[in-house]
């Protein structure tokens, strides 16, 4: 018997060792790079190949883990790390990282590594001294030395001593004689092998563990059941307790020589662990490509290079969904994601880094929610509080009830953290192993189990089917509120916030600090001074704005969870002819997620455009973005028109909207590089002259719907003038050459309006113009536009003594601004509503429009690229001659466009506002016409320039 058991498990261990090498092993031809001792002995070679699966778990990159195997010789020091690389340490990682590794506990990397070197270990002793193998698992395997013992002990034959089944046979036959007697007269059942597999199911393929744990069995209900039963003589009970001691001597001899999973697998398991096993084993091969690239987690970091690379899959959660903390499973690893936004975020990761650092989790129980809080250390002299980062497990998801059990049984999670630099640039820090204390781990897994079985119950088969198809029909919902966490942060938070609370005016008095020092460091920049000062200045107040916010947004989320989802309270204030629609990039694909109202609830659409060509789109649209207009052969024109032109998916998949629900309104949210284009001008198939503006009486471009509605619902004041028209032509102004225009419109619009109130050249200083706009309800300005690399440089060019000084920029009006009186900001300068950074960066708002809706205007109207004096001034007299007719602001702007797009002014049977638009511009330009016509056919969508943002 017990060489048969011998054989069984010599069987399971060469189909194990076989089964590891055939799925991780490099191709045969490149054994060459292993010593002979590891090429021709497959546990050898399964347990390095093991061991690069587990060095994967700490983050170590593939390059660190070349290194260790050359320099334990565990392959040939004369490989090139590259080549080790390569042929031998990626296509593992690739492999574990899809299908875990290659077992039954395919979540248990390190137990699969320890598994294996035990393995080896055994069949080494067999052949090798004691103290060869004891250098070998320290130099080559270099184990720790409180591990040496253990592993000593294992032995390729682990049933030399294995003792007989008690039933048969005992020391002094008085056990067997005893455990006879007791069978047969019913006080014990013998246990048969489908009764020890029916606790133990692991030990299915295992024939000889479930012998032994059969034998194990019975010597267990002998003791008890002679405990139980009073009349033998003390002679025979000291027999039987010599039989018990000589058999239980020989089984832990026998059990210290099998591995610690072999152990494992006799211990018989409670329903409930019986049960998560199960979840997990069918959970194998759930995967998300994205996940799954050589680049797809971050090393372990490096701390002289900060600025390497990002996954995509986390560029897209920070950058396209707004996460800021994120949790996800790659293969075997739990992923937390992490970003730091600020110094003192980074600090916390830099202390979380050293060696020994003190962590630690505190978890809330929200009944559907789970969250988990990483609190991490303070960085030297911080007086805190620590950095927080919450990971919410929603309960009522099999996929993240199901994480949540992965994450408890496997003990571990790879934080990945990344930094926010710049203009919301996304750059690696690196990847951390983190250990969860215990007590949490049963917490969660306790959770985690009654989620499962209240949302799968023994059903576990379809675990894979339910993570893949659950949250189709709350996908629509889920990207909208994606984008909405995504774009405009900066500004977002400063109006959806808005409290009559402590932390609030904290806040904002941080917010209006911060916008203050990006002011003066933005005239230092303008003016070509040194801004090293403002630098260390500039990182004190994003420090203090980030602080109070976390706190506002503790006081506002008390008792609060967020489970990735709109809640009543944050609907946007749509009506049921109002559409806004997001634009997504979405790893490589445009996708359209909508929200419109019906009978006063939210409903979401969520549509794919599948063949917007997204590859080489960006390029076009830089491209042309990067062109001057005057370039020849009309290129800048051609590049614009090949870029609507591709844009048209956009608008069939809109318009398709429209004729399913009947929508007369469209607020219009793009993604970069989108962001650059009129997409109002998109063009519809057939007939091409209909444009996505032809399909809806008012198109209006919106960061988010929650800030529209975050504006909506702002509370408002009165206006003490009804127009100010701020005008400058340039004139003195360093760099800037003067033009007619805005003095031209200036004048337009005081004839227009009765009591406009106008500031024009030398008294359209900056200081000035802010304070007479926080009192006007429509506030026109006329002037040079300038943008900058620095958003918070860019801004409008009127009176100074040097560039900086002269330019009202979007950190002043942030920093001093207050529009809660203006209805509409006209910016009718060159490229008010566009910017020069086009990069991926995180989604706020770049162009100048957004200080202003920051500050409190209701909507504003710009200009994606330059316009010339004549377009600025007929477009000016057009939408002011509606406006002073008592025209609501988002018609006229309308009807303007329409006016400039059909080329109204060659008709010369106007009557109404367009009447007074056209005579009062005939009486300062008199051959307008003329000129108007020249323009529109050198650039037919010169009318798409202009744009209006904001509520509806």
């Not at 020890?196 to 744990?213: I, W």
């Not at 949210?669 to 009486?697: G, I, K, N």
Request: charged share 25%; with cysteine.
């Amino acid at each position: 018997m017990r060489d048969n058991l011998f054989r069984m498990r010599t069987t399971w261990v060469d189909s194990l060792t076989a089964r590891v090498c055939r799925e991780l092993g490099p191709d045969p031809s490149r054994y060459d790079m292993f010593p002979s001792w590891v090429a021709d002995e497959p546990p050898a070679l399964a347990a390095l190949l093991a061991r690069i699966a587990a060095e994967d778990i700490t983050g170590s990159s593939p390059q660190a883990i070349s290194d260790h195997l050359r320099s334990s010789a565990l392959v040939d020091s004369r490989v090139p790390g590259p080549v080790v690389v390569r042929d031998l340490v990626m296509p593992v990682l690739r492999t574990v990282r899809k299908r875990g590794v290659p077992w039954e506990r395919w979540w248990d990397v390190s137990g699969f590594h320890v598994l294996l070197i035990e393995l080896w270990a055994g069949r080494r002793l067999a052949t090798q001294s004691t103290e060869t193998v004891r250098e070998e698992l320290t130099s080559v395997w270099r184990l720790p030395n409180q591990a040496l013992e253990t592993f000593l002990r294992n032995a390729a034959d682990p049933y030399v001593s294995l003792p007989p089944d008690l039933l048969h046979e005992s020391a002094t036959g008085r056990a067997s004689v005893c455990l006879q007697a007791l069978v047969s007269g019913g006080w014990i059942k013998i246990n048969r092998t489908e009764d020890v597999l029916r606790a133990r199911p692991g030990l299915t393929d295992r024939p000889d563990l479930a012998e032994v744990a059969k034998r194990l069995h019975r010597r267990m209900d002998l003791e008890n059941t002679v405990d139980r039963v009073r009349d033998h003589s003390v002679e025979f009970l000291a027999g039987l307790r010599e039989d018990l001691e000589t058999w239980d001597a020989q089984m832990v001899e026998v059990m210290s020589h099998l591995t610690a999973y072999e152990l494992a697998l006799l211990t018989s398991e409670t329903g409930d662990d019986q049960y998560a096993e199960e979840c997990l084993v069918e959970g194998k091969g759930f995967y998300k490509a994205p996940l799954l690239g050589d680049d797809a987690l971050l090393w372990e970091p490096k701390q002289s290079d900060l600025s390497a690379s990002v996954p995509d899959w986390m560029v897209e959660e920070i950058v396209t969904c707004g996460t800021r903390f994120f949790h996800t499973r790659v293969g075997p690893h739990p992923v937390w994601l992490a970003t730091a936004e600020t110094g003192s975020h980074l600090a916390s990761v830099r202390a979380l880094m050293q060696t020994g650092a003190r962590y630690g989790f505190e978890v809330e129980d929200y009944g559907d929610d789970i969250k988990i809080w990483l609190q991490f250390p303070l960085p030297p002299g911080d007086p805190g509080p620590p950095m927080r980062a919450p990971y919410i497990y929603s309960l009522a998801w099999v996929e993240h009830a199901w994480e949540l059990l992965h994450l408890a049984t496997v003990g571990y999670t790879r934080l990945g953290v990344v930094r926010l630099v710049g203009d919301g640039e996304v750059r690696a820090v690196g990847s951390i192993w983190l250990g969860l204390p215990a007590e949490l781990l049963v917490r969660c897994k306790d959770a985690a189990i009654a989620a499962l079985r209240r949302l799968i119950g023994d059903e576990t088969q379809n675990i894979k089917q339910r993570m893949a198809l659950e949250g189709v029909d709350q996908a629509a919902e889920a990207a909208f509120q994606s984008c909405e966490n995504a774009k405009s942060e900066d500004i977002q938070d400063e109006l959806a916030l808005a409290s009559d609370t402590t932390e609030f005016r904290h806040f904002m008095s941080a917010a209006r600090r911060l916008a203050g020092t990006r002011a003066r460091q933005a005239l230092r920049l303008l003016d070509g001074e040194g801004v090293h000062e403002a630098n260390v200045e500039l990182k004190d107040a994003v420090e203090e704005r980030q602080r109070t916010l976390e706190l506002l947004r503790a006081t506002a989320g008390r008792g609060r969870v967020q489970t990735g989802f709109i809640g009543e309270a944050d609907m946007p204030l749509l009506d049921e002819r109002t559409v806004f629609i997001h634009l997504i990039n979405r790893f490589g694909t445009l996708q359209l997620a909508a929200c419109r109202t019906r009978a006063g609830r939210a409903h979401f659409d969520l549509v794919s455009c599948e063949e917007f060509p997204l590859g080489y789109f960006p390029e076009v649209v830089r491209g042309w973005a990067m062109l001057p207009q005057d370039a020849p052969e009309r290129l800048w024109y051609r590049f614009l028109g090949q870029a609507l032109a591709e844009c048209t998916e956009i608008a069939e998949a809109i318009a398709g909207m429209v004729a399913r629900h009947d929508f007369s309104r469209l607020m219009l949210s793009p993604a970069d590089p989108l962001e650059l284009l009129p997409l109002h001008a998109a063009t519809l198939h057939a007939p091409r002259t209909v444009t996505l503006s032809d399909l809806f009486d008012h198109v209006v471009y919106a960061p988010t719907a929650r800030l529209a509605t975050a504006i909506e619902r702002s509370q408002r004041q009165p206006a003490a003038v009804e127009v100010l028209v701020v005008a400058h032509s340039g004139d003195g102004v360093p760099g800037f050459e003067s033009i007619g225009g805005p003095l031209c419109e200036a004048d337009l619009i005081a004839d227009i309006h009765d009591h406009a109130e106008v500031l024009a050249q030398e008294e359209a200083t900056p200081d000035r113009a802010l304070e007479a706009m926080s009192r006007a309800r429509i506030v026109h300005v006329a002037s040079h536009g300038l943008t900058h690399l620095n958003r918070w440089a860019a801004g409008l060019v009127l009176q100074g003594s040097s560039l900086g000084a002269a330019t009202l920029t979007t950190s002043r009006i942030l920093a001093e601004g207050t529009f809660s009186s203006v209805d509409l900001v006209i910016l009718n300068a060159c490229r008010t509503g566009t910017h020069e950074g086009t990069g991926r960066t995180v989604q706020t708002l770049r162009s100048l429009e957004s200080a202003f809706l920051a500050r409190g205007a209701k909507a504003v109207v710009s200009t994606l690229w330059e316009i010339t004096d004549l377009q600025g001034v007929v477009f000016s007299a057009v939408l002011h001659a509606y406006l002073g007719a008592g025209v609501d602001p988002h018609t006229a702007f309308t009807d303007t466009a329409r006016y400039l797009r059909a080329g109204q002014w060659q008709w010369f049977l106007q009557g109404g506002p367009l009447l007074s638009a056209e005579s009062a511009i005939d009486s300062v330009l008199p051959d307008w016409r003329s000129h108007m016509d020249q323009q529109a056919a050198e650039n037919p969508l010169f009318w798409a320039a202009f744009k209006i943002t904001g509520t509806m």
